[in-house]
Each structure stands twice: as C-alpha cells, then as structure tokens.
C-alpha cells in the first residue's frame, strides 16, 4: 500500500466519533509519495480561512487548520517565539476556524465535511475525542458562558436527524417558505453533547440573513455577534417580463405602463405603474438595438422606493422588503436575539471585537453593482471599471447602536486608472480577518487581495469628524506607513503580543509566518504540507491578488467571486462600447424556437418575440448590452463547456470556438479582456494573442491566466446538503426526477413535425439539462437553447441552486400563469433568487412559464392569454 493511501485512510479515521491516539511526526514531516497516477486526483473546494489560527491559553502552543491537507497542525512556541512544528491531526475535509476551549481541548470546523472535530491534548499526543454533526457549511466557532457556538447555513442533513429531533430550531429548514432565515447557530453544552451520533445541540438559533460567517464574543461573554456572509446591498432585479417594452429612449419605453397584475407595492407610483422601458440606452455605439433585459433597482432608504440608476421609482415592480440586518447579538444566557445592526456592507468576512469597550469592527467589502456597465463608459455614460468593491471597515458602537462604515482606499480616484499604479502600495484588498491590541488603541487587518497585514489607530476609526469631508481627515496614504509586507496571501492572524509576534496563515503557500511586531521583520515562515498539485498551488494567486490584477490594488476577480464562488448578486456588466458579437455554440433545440411560428403562425407570441431575441432578432447574436447576470461561482466547471451564462466567452482573445469544441480552459482564458475592461488593469491587450511584437507585459498576464485557469478548473462543488446521506430520493423529488427523465415532453411539440426533417420538435428536461455524472453533466452539456426568454442562453449547470433560496416576491409576467406570490411578501433576505439574472423567486414561479405549462386546466380566474396559460393542450408539459 502506498505511503499516500496510507495517509487516505488515517484521515477518514478522523470523521469519526470514536477516540483516536495519533503517534507524533517528527518535527519536519516529511510529504507522502503520490503515485503519478493520482497526481491530478486531488479535490479542492477552496473554502476560506474564517479563524485559520489560535494560541493556546499558557502561549506555548499555536494552532493552524491546514486547509488542503484537511488537518489541524500544532507548532510549540519557545521561550524566545520560535515555532517547532509537532504535530498534525488529521480531521474533517476543508478545516476553515480553530477555537481553544481550554489548555486540554481545541475545537474545529470543517467546512465540507459539515462537522466539527474536538481534540483533546490532555496526553503524550493529541487525538480527536469526538466529531460533531451540524448545518450546511459551518465556518466560525466561539465559547461562552460555558456553551459552544458554530455558525451554519439554515440547511444540511443532520437538523432534520431523529436524534435532534425535539431540539429548538431543528427540523425542515423550510426552504419554499417565505420570511424565514438562513442563517443558523448551533449551540452545544461541550460538558453534555450526549451519546447521540453528532451529539445534541442545545438550540439551533435561527437569524434573518443569508449565511453566517464570522462569529464573536463581547468581553464580558455576556453576548455572542453573528455577522452574515452574502448580506447584499438592497440592490434586486425587475424581471424582463415585469418591465415595460423597450428603454426610456425609445419608442417604446419613452411612457409609463401598468403592470399586468395592477397590484401598488408601497410607495410605488400611483394606478401600478412603472415610469417606463428601462435605463437608457438602448443601442450599442454602433446604433444597434439591444435586448430588453431586467433591470437592477437599488433600495433609496430616504425615499422608501425601488430605483433604477436615474433615480426612476420602479416600487411596483418588486414585491418584498429587504431589511439588510447583518450582524447580530445573542445573549448567551437566554440564547436568543438581543440586538441586530442593518447596512454594515455587502460581504461580511470578520468581526473584531475592542477588548477595552466591546465595541465591534466588521471588516467587509461594499460591492458597487448598481452602477452599470465594463468598458471605458463612454456610450453608458457609467463603469464599474476598476470600481468593484470597495474596502470597508464598519463600526458598530454597541451602546447606542450606530453603524458607521467607513471607506479605507480614500486615496484611489476611480475616474483615473491608467498610469497611476504607485496608490497600490497605500490600498487594502479583501479584508478577511482583524483583530485588535490588548489595549484597544490599533486594529490589525489581513488584506488577502494585497499582501499586506493592514494597522490602524482605533481612535481614528472611530472618530466621525474624520470622515464627514471636512477639514482634519483620516488620511489613507499615511495610515499605510504603519502596515506590514506579508507575502503568500495573508488571510488569518493572531497577535501574541507576550511574544511581540504577530503570527499569520498565508494561503498562497500554506505557511505560517512569524513577524516581529517591532521591527516588522519576517523572523520565521514554515511551510505546512499540502496535497495539492502544483498547477493548484500555482494559479490561486490570480484570484485574489488585486495588485496583479488591477491599477489600483483593489479590483481582483475574487471581489465577485469569493473564494472562487459566488458573492450572489447580479450585475449588469454589459459594455455598450463594444460592438456585437456572434454565438458559436452548438444549438440543438433551436428548430424548437420557431415551432409557433411554424405551426400557428406569426400571430403566434413565441414567433412574436423572436422578431426581438438577443435585441437584433438573430438566434446567434452575443449581444453587447446583456443585462443584469447573477455572478456564478468558479466551482466545478471543469466538464461544462464555455464560461458565462451565454456562454460569452466561447470566442474571444486566444480564439473562437467555430468547431464547437466546448474547450474549458481556452474558454477560461478568454477572460483575459476582464483585467483590462472590468478590474481596471494598467495594460494594452491587442485584439488576441495571435498578434505579433506583444509586450512583455501582455506575454506575462497570457502565462499568468494559463496557470488561473489550471487551478480554477480543479476547484470542485461541495456535497448536495439537501439530498439525504443515504442517497436516497424523497417521494417528491423521485417523481420530479422520473418526470426530469421521463418520456413525456416538457417543452416543444407533442409529436416531431415534417417540416424540421430529423431533427426533434420536442424534449424532456434532460433533452436540454444533461444529466450524466459519469461525464461531469450537472445539467447541461455546454450547449445552448431558447426558454423563452429575450435571449439566447447557455444550458446552466443545476448544482447549487439551494444557494439561491430566500427570495420571495414576484409580480405577474407576460408568458407566465399568475404568480402565487405578486402580493407583497414583506421583509426577505435576499434580492436576487433564480435565472441567469436572479429575478424569479422560486423555481416554481420559473416552471409557471407558459412555454412548460401543460395546458390541462386552462386559465385560471382573472388570466388572459398574455399570460400563455393556452399553450400545449394538454399533450405536452409539466
């Protein structure tokens, strides 16, 4: 047996809940031999760091999850700060925080093994004592008033677990109804866990946001905060059905209309109108007309409405509240909410707690997808060039409760970014984790995208008058003197002041680093095993590393995609500067398109809208202006074909994939414009890389994302959380996937027609969502097809739509039977659900689309034919 599988199996031994003794290492551990035949086999999900290192109480040990190597490693500290490395305890797959309950015990969290793996020290060597089952994804752990704390999404297997079954909270996450949460703490008595399997929560706290994250204890213990991942901005979308015709510089958007339901959101305009077609323009630079996509309206909190970026009350086209609460306090006691703070930013990575007065600082990004438009903005009049997220820390004074988020790249003039690279050096990028000085007085901040340890004086933190714009004002440029350099992807610290170190876990290469806190000086870096092949190790830096990617130092692609996955909203990052383009893909149910045209004639609404597809009426066009697109995660696209929702990047900058060869990686690298036209980066691309006499710097970013690509097409998607253990189907989702699979048609015609020769006039789901594990099919095969929308798209891989749920709210749509939720639905936590632009709430909603209904009950009371409840006849559909 080889030393690599050898290692395989001492790892699964560490999901279990029994007790195993582990023999020491020696002090260096040397890495297994991998078999050349297993040298790609390595699975990464890439899950950040959320608390990656600890200290123990007495200081003589330091404790760091080794994320790929799925481990919890321990170094002992010396009298002088130096680190040995002793031990490393193998636990559950992706290891994101570490908590020290006390000198005996330490607790961890594994992200993609939904569990936590308490190990105790009390012997020559450590071993795990237990392994607790919880939610979805848990990240944070923290201790108080004698109870453990783990943040969880509100979902996974183990809450509806008989053997959890009369805990509060547990139980059916409710993932179809509106107004419930989605962000869950699992608290456990670590003194009683019982001998139940994944031992038994005290309570499942249930909070009103999408996801936790960062978790935090005040001082007193007395309370625990919760701040939430993906808290969102108030931004959403009016679906493309819901909107007027056209934009308000045509024809047809020039004048109001009134939606088809007739219903008045609050505040929205009188008799349930919208003000008009949507955001000029509507032509590209080149005068050609673009889709009528939907639309992205942003909360205005003095006016009380929905508006789009000219300020255009669109109120009576969303449905729901968005009331952005992001952190929030439990009482430790009671174990229920005590307080919650709104608009603190849109991705909350950490809290840190001022151990002199509790107040908190969230360190977080601001994302800016309001603002419409890549490119140069000239033809929009707006960009988002260079302008993605921006950096903030938050502060949150726990007295009276003001939220004041404060801006920490005050030097960066967005309006310039060419030939002005030297504001790198003062800019901050992916805050992820901070915490302060024992005295309260400095906070210190990883800044993953810049390779920097980020310091700041708390009182200017705090001090309003630094940040109102007038006269004395917190200074960015001189706040930088104070940070350190730390190279590899800093992404967690620890300040062990006794020792006058600061201790950081860098990334990039899977090192633990010791700095001297005077002199800033680098004293040690050790490097702990990683499993990972070098084309992972590689290529990891070009997701996050904003000095690489941008003019500023602050755009990175992880900015939207976090840790390589989505920051779930949508944006509208179409370029109207940029001319059309023409689609490549393989289109195999395209004859399916004219069926109305063909079989009932012109009169017909599907034909109808065909005169209008992708904005010019061609099947085949990529159009300039998309509209708004719902950021996809890099996970597990590695067997899906071209990347974007159109599949956009089919053709592009190292070629066009005229023989639809659904090549992944050239289709990847073909994202290679993006640094120019959307992060902002100081660079003169030709128009491919075919072109002679390139410069060095072209050359270099072309090595760079080969080695992006690599890495980004071995990131893989976490386990279903819905679908139980034991593999099995529910009664309801086994006849939705014998219906998935089944013979009857959901869409198309009954029967294939004469008039499109061999070629089928109708499908079942997986007819266009292929389904085939063997061959990494998730639902979709890299092809694209017509679902009735105003553009073409590409087949979307079905994976993590579970992701998606907490949007409720949808107004009646032209080609849909009524919505069962166009009545206001109140406060929900997110704005974006489902469809390549999250504008529909449900999957249902989507299903309700005429082009699926199967025509056996007719219109129902108060519908009409627009909304194509008279399609198919009963032969055909779901």
Same mark, same amino acid.
């Given at each position: 047996m080889s030393r690599y599988l050898s290692l395989l199996i001492i790892l699964l031994t560490g999901f279990g809940c029994g007790s195993q003794k582990l023999t020491p290492p020696p002090a260096v551990i040397e890495p297994p031999e991998i078999e050349p035949s297993l040298e790609n086999k390595y699975q990464s999900f890439e899950s950040g760091a959320v608390r990656p290192i600890a200290v123990s109480p007495d200081g003589s040990k330091v404790f760091v999850t080794n994320i790929p190597n799925h481990s919890l490693d321990i170094f002992s500290l010396g009298s002088e700060g130096t680190l040995i490395t002793e031990f490393s305890v193998p636990v559950g797959i992706e290891p994101v925080a570490v908590a020290v309950r006390n000198s005996q015990e330490v607790w961890v969290s594994n992200h993609v093994s939904d569990s936590v793996s308490i190990i105790k020290l009390d012997q020559d060597a450590p071993y795990i004592a237990r392994t607790l089952l919880v939610g979805d994804e848990p990240r944070d752990i923290v201790f108080a008033k004698g109870k453990a704390f783990i943040a969880t999404a509100?979902?996974?297997?183990?809450?509806?677990?008989?053997?959890?079954?009369?805990?509060?909270?547990?139980?059916?996450?409710?993932?179809?109804?509106?107004?419930?949460?989605?962000?869950?703490?699992?608290?456990?008595?670590?003194?009683?866990?019982?001998?139940?399997?994944?031992?038994?929560?005290?309570?499942?706290?249930?909070?009103?946001?999408?996801?936790?994250?960062?978790?935090?204890?005040?001082?007193?213990?007395?309370?625990?905060?919760?701040?939430?991942?993906?808290?969102?901005?108030?931004?959403?979308?009016?679906?493309?059905?819901?909107?007027?015709?056209?934009?308000?510089?045509?024809?047809?958007?020039?004048?109001?209309?009134?939606?088809?339901?007739?219903?008045?959101?609050?505040?929205?305009? /009188?008799?349930?109108?919208?003000?008009?077609?949507?955001?000029?323009?509507?032509?590209?630079?080149?005068?050609?007309?673009?889709?009528?996509?939907?639309?992205?309206?942003?909360?205005?909190?003095?006016?009380?409405q929905w508006v789009d970026s000219d300020g255009r009350n669109f109120s009576n086209g969303i449905r729901f509240n968005l009331p952005d609460k992001d952190v929030f306090a439990i009482d430790t006691t009671t174990l229920e909410q005590v307080a919650s703070y709104a608009h603190v930013g849109t991705t909350l990575f950490n809290i840190a707690v001022n151990p002199v007065n509790g107040n908190l600082i969230i360190a977080n990004t601001e994302s800016n997808n309001a603002t419409r438009f890549e490119g140069p903005g000239v033809t929009g009049g707006s960009t988002v060039q260079g302008d993605i997220a921006k950096t903030r820390l938050t502060h949150i004074n726990i007295n009276d409760g003001k939220v004041s /988020?404060?801006?920490?790249?005050?030097?960066?003039?967005?309006?310039?970014?060419?030939?002005?690279?030297?504001?790198k050096s003062y800019t901050v990028a992916t805050p992820t984790q901070g915490q302060f000085s024992s005295d309260g007085n400095n906070l210190f901040v990883t800044a993953l995208g810049s390779n920097k340890v980020a310091v700041y004086q708390t009182s200017e933190l705090t001090n309003d008058s630094l940040w109102d714009n007038q006269g004395e004002e917190f200074n960015s440029v001189e706040a930088a003197q104070d940070f350190f350099n730390v190279q590899g992807g800093p992404v967690g610290l620890v300040l062990n002041e006794s020792k006058n170190q600061l201790l950081v876990y860098t990334r990039f290469d899977n090192s633990l680093v010791n700095i001297n806190l005077e002199s800033k000086e680098e004293t040690q870096r050790l490097a702990m095993f990683s499993p990972e092949t070098e084309l992972i190790k590689e290529g990891r830096f070009m997701l996050y590393d904003a000095v690489r990617s941008s003019s500023n130092g602050e755009a990175s692609c992880a900015a939207c995609h976090v840790f390589g996955d989505s920051d779930q909203l949508a944006w509208n990052l179409g370029n109207p500067d940029a001319s059309n383009g023409k689609n490549p893909q393989p289109f195999p149910t395209a004859n399916l398109s004219r069926l109305g045209c063909d079989l009932v004639g012109p009169q017909d609404p599907s034909c109808q809208l065909l005169q209008v597809i992708n904005g010019n009426g061609d099947e085949l066009t990529f159009a300039s202006m998309k509209g708004p697109m719902f950021t996809q995660t890099f996970r597990g696209m590695s067997t899906h074909g071209h990347m974007h929702w159109r599949g956009d990047r089919s053709v592009g900058y190292f070629g066009d994939d005229i023989e639809q060869t659904l090549n992944e990686k050239q289709s990847f690298k073909n994202f290679i414009v993006a640094f120019e036209g959307l992060l902002g980066m100081d660079?003169?691309?030709?128009?491919?890389?075919?072109?002679?006499?390139?410069?060095?710097?072209?050359?270099?970013?072309?090595?760079?994302?080969?080695?992006?690509?690599?890495?980004?097409?071995?990131?893989?998607?976490?386990?279903?959380?819905?679908?139980?253990?034991?593999?099995?189907?529910?009664?309801?989702?086994?006849?939705?996937?014998?219906?998935?699979?089944?013979?009857r048609r959901s869409d198309g015609a009954a029967e294939d027609t004469d008039i499109n020769g061999d070629s089928v006039d109708g499908v079942n789901c997986e007819g266009c969502h292929g389904l085939d594990p063997s061959q990494g099919f998730y639902g979709t095969r890299g092809e694209i097809a017509h679902g009735g929308e105003i553009q073409i798209l590409k087949v979307p891989q079905l994976r993590n739509l579970y992701t998606r749920v907490g949007m409720f709210g949808l107004p009646d749509r032209e080609g849909f039977l009524p919505s069962h939720t166009k009545q206001h639905q109140g406060d929900q936590i997110r704005g974006f659900g489902f469809l390549h632009d999250g504008a529909t709430d449900q999957l249902v909603n989507f299903l309700r689309g005429g082009v699926f209904d199967n025509g056996e009950e007719g219109c129902p009371p108060g519908a009409s034919e627009i909304h194509g409840c008279e399609f198919n006849l009963g032969e055909i559909g779901i």
């Open positions: 509100h979902r996974g297997q183990h809450r509806t677990h008989s053997s959890i079954a009369d805990v509060e909270g547990a139980g059916d996450p409710e993932l179809h109804e509106p107004g419930v949460g989605r962000a869950d703490l699992w608290v456990f008595d670590p003194e009683n866990l019982t001998n139940e399997i994944g031992g038994k929560p005290i309570k499942i706290i249930e909070l009103f946001g999408d996801t936790p994250r960062a978790l935090a204890v005040s001082p007193d213990e007395k309370r625990v905060y919760a701040a939430v991942f993906h808290s969102g901005n108030q931004t959403t979308t009016v679906h493309e059905a819901v909107m007027c015709r056209g934009f308000a510089d045509d024809d047809y958007g020039s004048q109001p209309c009134q939606v088809i339901d007739g219903i008045t959101s609050p505040n929205g305009l /009188a008799s349930a109108t919208l003000p008009g077609g949507r955001t000029a323009p509507g032509v590209n630079k080149d005068g050609i007309y673009q889709p009528w996509t939907s639309m992205i309206v942003k909360y205005n909190r003095e006016a009380g /988020a404060r801006e920490m790249n005050r030097h960066i003039d967005y309006r310039s970014l060419k030939g002005n690279t030297v504001v660079i003169e691309l030709p128009e491919s890389v075919d072109v002679t006499n390139r410069s060095d710097k072209v050359v270099q970013l072309e090595q760079d994302i080969d080695k992006f690509a690599d890495f980004v097409l071995r990131v893989q998607m976490p386990p279903n959380p819905v679908k139980p253990l034991n593999n099995v189907h529910s009664a309801t989702a086994q006849i939705g996937r014998d219906f998935f699979l089944g013979t």
